[in-house]
């Protein structure tokens, strides 16, 4: 089993990170747009998505079944599911892989629900190390109006209710969001993230994103072309 | 009154369960359902209530377990997270519950069984032991020894040989009865390990079941009688505050120790 900064492999690994609303997956998705244009073989992979454990994790959230401990490790299931039998491979045959949250979402969920934060790391002991993982920081105001101008109120989860923190999902969120925030900017220094101002217009943002996964890309040698 | 092996889960707390837990391991074969059938029936003709228990029987994971193995597409450390959550999911719904009320809570197979077979799949040690850290200290854990001489006919002549019991996904080009011979000394080898690290009561699983069960209802008698004891003199003929007081430094003292 190798361990976080052991992998040596060909591919390179781009995660985005941020709190909902702080625009990241738009990010992601016009990366992936440019990557494929310029003739990379690019790989979406999504946070939550693993087609064994989904259900499992679908059932939990949906019938609120999850507590800290069991969202902690049924997130941690997924995510090895998917980092044993696609981000690995992918990197391995040299594969530029993109992904939608990573492990630092994880530490900052499940900091805030009260887990051990040691503890979580080293459950996530087996991640491969990003070749870049960005940050988009926004403060909580600006990301809750993009939210509530793009749809209509907060999960169950994502606004913590599971935490009781208060009844009203609004607030919830507010305090469970704030919460992650400061995971979010304990873990910089930590894991070397790249920040990016998330309040900047879309165009800034993704110009200064190409330019540094630009100079990750020229560093590589076998990268694989798009078929 | 329990401790974990160093991992706190929030809103868990451990320091109110008045009841026992009792873990039966042992490798796939060996009597342990036997065993937790009739200690069950024993402790309950005893007066005590019983939680019965084993793995990947979780209101949460037990079936995405179950149907993801039939694929037999999951990765080590996949498997090992699965069976971390299951077991998680019925230490905070079942276990923790139940021992809260006083049961005794006999499981079939605990954390050590799920390090025994992720270590065998290569897993990192230190890595295994962490993800476990959050399970709460069990009072005795009997181990069922055998050795794989004896295990063999038991799996030809009663259940064949399983996939998943055979170590198929390690050794995929052996034949059943190579693998399950490779794979159950792996695993041996690791519960002896494990037997010395948390100290298992090590039964030999060799004789008839009767002589398996006397040897494990003398174990857990050795766990209930001082609760027992307690317990029964909490109750005099005639209360007096001389007593209580009685109980109470004895109590303390009981503290101070475990301290």
């Given at each position: 089993m190798k361990r976080y900064g052991d992998h040596r492999i060909p591919g390179r690994l781009f995660v985005v990170e941020g709190?909902?609303?702080?625009?990241k997956s738009t990010q992601l998705m016009l990366l992936h747009q440019w990557l494929k244009a310029e003739g990379y073989g690019v790989v979406f992979s999504e946070w939550n998505s693993s087609p064994l454990v989904k259900d499992t994790t679908k059932r939990g959230k949906k019938k609120q079944l999850l507590t800290p401990a069991t969202f902690s490790l049924i997130h941690a299931t997924d995510f090895a599911d998917r980092t044993e039998r696609n981000i690995i491979p992918l990197l391995k045959a040299g594969a530029v892989v993109l992904c939608d949250r990573y492990i630092y979402t994880a530490f900052a969920r499940d900091a805030s629900r009260g887990m051990d934060a040691e503890w979580i790391r080293e459950l996530y002991g087996f991640a491969v190390k990003p070749t870049v993982a960005f940050y988009f920081r926004v403060p909580l105001e600006v990301a809750m109006k993009r939210i509530n101008d793009a749809r209509a109120g907060f999960k169950y989860y994502e606004a913590g209710m599971d935490l009781g923190l208060s009844d009203d999902p609004n607030e919830s969120f507010r305090l469970f969001q704030g919460r992650i925030l400061e995971e979010y900017d304990k873990m910089i220094p930590e894991f070397g993230l790249t920040v990016i101002?998330?309040?900047?217009?879309i165009e800034t943002q993704q110009q200064e994103m190409r330019l540094m996964v630009l100079a990750k890309l020229t560093q590589a040698k076998q990268l694989r072309v798009a078929p | 009154m329990k401790e974990s092996y160093g991992v706190r889960l929030p809103g868990?707390?451990?320091?109110?369960l008045v009841g026992k837990l009792i873990v039966l391991e042992g490798t796939d074969g060996v009597g342990r359902s036997t065993q937790i059938r009739l200690l069950k029936e024993w402790l309950e003709q005893q007066g005590h209530a019983v939680l019965d228990t084993g793995l990947t029987?979780?209101?949460?994971?037990g079936k995405g377990i179950k149907r993801a193995k039939e694929g037999h597409t999951l990765g080590r450390i996949t498997l090992s997270l699965f069976y971390a959550t299951d077991f998680a999911d019925r230490l905070e719904n079942e276990i923790v519950p139940a021992l809260r009320a006083g049961f005794v809570v006999l499981t079939d197979r605990y954390i050590y069984s799920l390090m025994a077979r992720s270590m065998v799949r290569g897993l990192d040690p230190v890595w295994v032991r962490n993800i476990h850290r959050f399970a709460p200290k069990p009072d005795a854990i009997f181990y069922l020894r055998i050795g794989v001489e004896e295990l063999i006919p038991r799996a030809v002549f009663s259940r064949g040989f399983d996939y998943w019991e055979s170590g198929m996904d390690l050794?995929?080009?052996?034949d059943m009865y190579d693998s399950f011979r490779k794979y159950q000394t792996a695993l041996l080898d690791q519960f002896d390990r494990l037997a010395e690290e948390f100290n298992f009561e090590v039964i030999?699983?060799?004789?008839?079941p009767r002589v398996i069960f006397e040897q494990l209802k003398a174990g857990i008698d050795r766990i209930l009688s001082p609760a027992a004891a307690r317990a029964a003199s909490t109750v005099p003929a005639v209360p007096s505050e001389a007593g209580e007081e009685m109980i109470i430094e004895e109590v303390s003292e009981e503290r101070r120790k475990r301290a």
């Open positions: 709190i909902d609303g702080s625009g101002d998330a309040t900047l217009p | 868990l707390e451990l320091d109110d029987r979780s209101g949460l994971v050794y995929s080009t052996e030999d699983a060799r004789p008839e």
